[in-house]
């Protein structure tokens, strides 16, 4: 119940394509939603966050798409560039619970 | 705002020895912070979840008598690796929460990278 499944496991896009990564949950009581890109050798830096009472949230080049119903939440970089070459993780949490629940991470390629 | 940093970036030990490596706020008070391990080219495992002022509270699986941890201040929490092996090797990735922002999210340090010989 706790997991957060996530693909696809590695990316290539070209640049200035999409760049989209899904991911799936089970607990319903999940209600705060980030994404993190980490570079080789560095911690993990949060990109975006959604909450579950909206359906999107733009940030600049970086959207996520939320559907709760369907337990499923996406992140779609538009104008993919290649510094934004890096591995992306979805996670989940709910309020009153510390802990963050990580997908398995997306290696994303982006080749000019 | 919210930064988070470790020390040290790396450190390579000989081993049977014990490692210390520590997470700071550096402009928050962080309440609570967590320990995670990082294998490559792999998720982030957590270890432990760190109380200012109590007793770390550690994931199934792992030792807490190996990986100790201390959160004596807000802004600071270490993480010891006592007795340390080579299958200890790994990156350590700490987090902290900025509790009085009343925010959710978590911020997350560089990571230190073990290597034990």
Redesign the interface.
């Known amino acids: 119940q706790q997991q957060v499944k996530q693909s696809p496991q590695s990316l290539i896009v070209q640049k200035g394509g999409i760049s989209i990564i899904n991911c799936a949950y089970e607990n319903t009581a999940f209600d705060y939603f980030p994404w993190y890109q980490q570079f080789p050798g560095k911690g993990p830096a949060l990109l975006i966050a959604i909450r579950p009472d909206v359906s999107e949230k733009k940030e600049g080049r970086f959207t996520i798409s939320f559907n709760k119903s369907a337990k499923q939440f996406s992140l779609h970089i538009m104008d993919s560039q290649p510094g934004d070459s890096a591995t992306y993780f979805c996670a989940a949490s709910y309020r009153g619970y510390q802990k963050v629940t990580f997908g398995t991470g997306t290696k994303l390629q982006v080749i000019p | 705002g919210a930064v988070?940093s470790?020390h040290p970036s790396w450190v390579i030990c000989k081993s049977g020895t014990s490692v210390k490596i520590e997470c700071r706020s550096l402009d928050f008070q962080a309440t609570?912070m967590?320990w995670y391990r990082q294998f490559p080219?792999?998720?982030?495992m957590?270890m432990a979840?760190s109380n200012e002022g109590s007793k770390a509270t550690y994931e199934q699986g792992v030792e807490k008598d190996k990986f100790l941890i201390n959160h004596a201040s807000l802004t600071l929490s270490t993480l010891t690796v006592t007795s340390a092996h080579p299958e200890d090797s790994s990156?350590y990735?700490c987090?902290a929460?900025d509790v009085l922002a009343g925010r959710?999210?978590?911020?997350?340090?560089?990571?230190t990278?073990l290597t034990v010989l």
């Not at chain 2, 959710?104 to 990571?111: I, Y």
């Open positions: 988070v470790q609570t967590f080219k792999q998720s982030l957590l979840t990156f990735i987090s929460r959710n999210e978590q911020f997350f340090g560089p990571g990278r």
